[in-house]
């Protein structure tokens, strides 16, 4: 074989090679991308559903008014995010504080026992737990994805096509802060 044919080879070989991290890392950012939208179909079912259980609760609790005007507010801003995976890092900080007040409102239902044996209300709030449910699994997956293209983006030699066609890490979704909390039993039994 002559110098030219094996040159020949070579460059189609290496051809060949930096296509497939190409390809392998648009699959990986891909699949993100469609994991983050799972996130994003389960949120917005909790959106849905917010404005049914405060709608509820709202006759029985004048005395959370304010938590309820801040959950409406938090849930409109969350609604308005326009979709799309380059808004990530504000559905991640809205997500954080509404997980948050909910928890606040759900604490807060459990002091009005007329109210948690609402037949609409106890309906409502089976579905909200549903709901939250789903969207733990859908950051289970999101963050699995996520893993997977920041594992791509950062080691060799991926790193560097990734670098050449900009392809980027991708946050987690991180558990809020009040999540992370430890559950005191006994909060539950006074």
Same mark, same amino acid.
């Given at each position: 074989?002559?110098?030219?044919?094996?040159?020949?080879?070579?460059?189609?070989?290496?051809?060949?090679?930096?296509?497939?991290?190409?390809?392998?890392?648009?699959?990986?950012?891909?699949?993100?991308?469609?994991?983050?939208?799972?996130?994003?179909?389960?949120?917005?079912?909790?959106?849905?559903?917010?404005?049914?259980?405060?709608?509820?609760?709202?006759?029985?609790?004048?005395?959370?008014?304010?938590?309820?005007?801040?959950?409406t507010?938090?849930?409109?801003?969350?609604?308005n995010?326009?979709?799309?995976?380059?808004? +990530?890092?504000? =559905?991640?900080?809205?997500?954080?504080?509404? *997980?948050?007040?909910?928890? %606040?409102? !759900?604490? /807060?239902?459990?002091?009005?026992?007329?109210?948690?044996?609402?037949?609409?209300?106890?309906?409502?709030?089976?579905?909200?737990?549903?709901v939250?449910?789903?969207?733990?699994?859908?950051?289970?997956?999101?963050?699995?994805?996520?893993?997977?293209?920041?594992?791509?983006?950062?080691?060799?030699p991926?790193?560097?096509?990734?670098?050449? +066609?900009?392809? =980027?890490?991708?946050?987690?979704?991180?558990? *809020?802060?009040?999540?992370? %909390?430890? !559950?005191? /039993?006994?909060?539950?039994?006074?």
């Amino acid at each position: 074989m002559s110098g030219t044919m094996l040159a020949l080879i070579a460059a189609v070989v290496v051809i060949g090679w930096a296509y497939s991290i190409y390809a392998s890392l648009i699959k990986k950012r891909n699949k993100a991308g469609e994991a983050f939208s799972s996130i994003d179909v389960q949120l917005k079912k909790r959106y849905d559903l917010i404005p049914n259980i405060l709608t509820i609760a709202q006759k029985y609790m004048d005395h959370e008014r304010g938590l309820l005007e801040e959950v409406t507010k938090l849930r409109n801003q969350a609604v308005n995010i326009p979709d799309g995976f380059e808004n +990530i890092d504000r =559905k991640i900080a809205l997500d954080t504080q509404i *997980a948050q007040k909910m928890g %606040q409102f !759900v604490v /807060a239902v459990e002091n009005y026992p007329q109210l948690k044996a609402d037949q609409p209300m106890m309906t409502a709030m089976q579905t909200y737990n549903e709901v939250e449910e789903h969207i733990a699994a859908a950051r289970r997956f999101y963050n699995s994805a996520a893993l997977e293209l920041k594992n791509a983006v950062e080691i060799f030699p991926s790193s560097l096509v990734a670098r050449m +066609i900009n392809v =980027k890490a991708v946050d987690f979704f991180k558990a *809020a802060e009040n999540e992370r %909390q430890p !559950v005191n /039993a006994a909060d539950f039994l006074k």
